[in-house]
């Protein structure tokens, strides 16, 4: 039987199993960094393809150095210590595996300093976020992006997703699909979980990292492909909420969200309103890779094997 498994305190263990104190620092104050990955469901292959798992690792120890936690295990040992747990949990659908480095000492008074850190990954089944065959319908948020001097938005820090949270539950409460962040410059950052692109005079745009983005794998994976399959160049620039409302095409990117379109802003239609030619290639294009179906990119992808095949416990979707 296919089940929801954790790396705990240094042992592989069903979820269930896998507890925390009332009292762990992480929980009383955030302090906690993470990672979002997926593991992509090939029913050809009978494979689950781990997406750019290295890159989520680095970005991970970036995250990890910023908040003063030290990661014990190499990245090798990461990369392993995934795939096998991906295995042991036994899906053969659409998995989401969530590692966290953590401040796990029970200890009262928010700081980094002088507070032991542990480490846990679980796993668990995950299909769609957002919709990516509809797009979805955005608003700008009355909510800042956290600020670079406030809280590093590079660095994916648990308690910095308080920031995203108001905004998309503003913008759920509005009726709206996803919040589009501004900075404190009034310039256009990200979603609640996703990299923002537009399309104008054939050229991809997307906000540097300076403007308080978290430096995204799906948004490098969208450069990329964008040049070597598309030869279309993406320009790193900040962008005003005005030209939100003039883009050609805007699409946002995520691990959880992959490749979907922004088909209104503020209540105007983007370019025609539906899926723009330009992201619906970027779109096939990215499904194609993360899904073990393009050869050139192979190299992004880490195979996991299900140890217990079972029929899939639910709609796999994109
Ligand atoms: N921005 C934020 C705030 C996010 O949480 C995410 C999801 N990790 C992204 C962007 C997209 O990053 P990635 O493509 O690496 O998942």
Not at 34 to 63: C, K, T
Not at 225 to 243: F, H, P, Y
Request: charged letters at 25%; proline letters at 4%.
């Amino acid at each position: 039987m296919a089940q929801e498994m954790a790396y705990f305190q240094g042992k592989i263990v069903p979820v269930s199993e896998a507890k925390i104190s009332i009292k762990t620092h992480a929980f009383l104050y955030g302090t906690a960094c993470f990672e979002g990955i997926r593991g992509n469901w090939s029913e050809d292959q009978n494979v689950a393809y781990l997406f750019r798992l290295r890159e989520h690792y680095e970005r991970l120890r970036q995250s990890c150095k910023i908040l003063k936690i030290k990661l014990a295990l190499s990245d090798d040992e990461l990369c392993d210590l995934t795939t096998e747990l991906v295995e042991q949990s036994g899906y053969t659908e659409d998995v989401y595996i969530r590692p966290i480095a953590y401040k796990s000492q029970e200890e009262i008074g928010p700081r980094l300093h002088d507070i032991e850190d542990d480490f846990l990954i679980f796993v668990m089944p995950f299909g769609n976020y957002l919709d990516p065959d509809a797009g979805i319908r955005c608003m700008t948020s009355t909510w800042r992006r956290v600020d670079d001097l406030a809280i590093p938005a590079r660095a994916k820090v648990n308690g910095l997703y308080i920031n995203s949270a108001l905004a998309r539950t503003e913008a759920h409460e509005n009726g709206f699909d996803e919040a589009i962040m501004l900075d404190d410059r009034g310039h256009v950052s990200e979603g609640s979980g996703e990299n923002i692109f537009l399309v104008r005079h054939g050229k991809l745009i997307t906000p540097p990292p300076s403007d308080n983005v978290l430096e995204g794998i799906s948004a490098s994976t969208v450069i990329t492909l964008a040049k070597d399959e598309l030869g279309i160049e993406t320009v790193e620039r900040s962008i005003d909420r005005s030209e939100l409302y003039v883009a050609d095409e805007c699409f946002m990117t995520g691990t959880a969200a992959h490749v979907t379109a922004v088909t209104e802003v503020d209540r105007r239609p983007v370019g025609e309103g539906g899926t723009g030619p330009i992201t619906k290639q970027l779109q096939q294009l990215y499904f194609d890779a993360i899904r073990g179906k393009s050869e050139k990119y192979a190299g992004w992808l880490t195979a996991a094997r299900p140890k217990t095949a079972q029929p899939r416990s639910q709609e796999v979707n994109a």
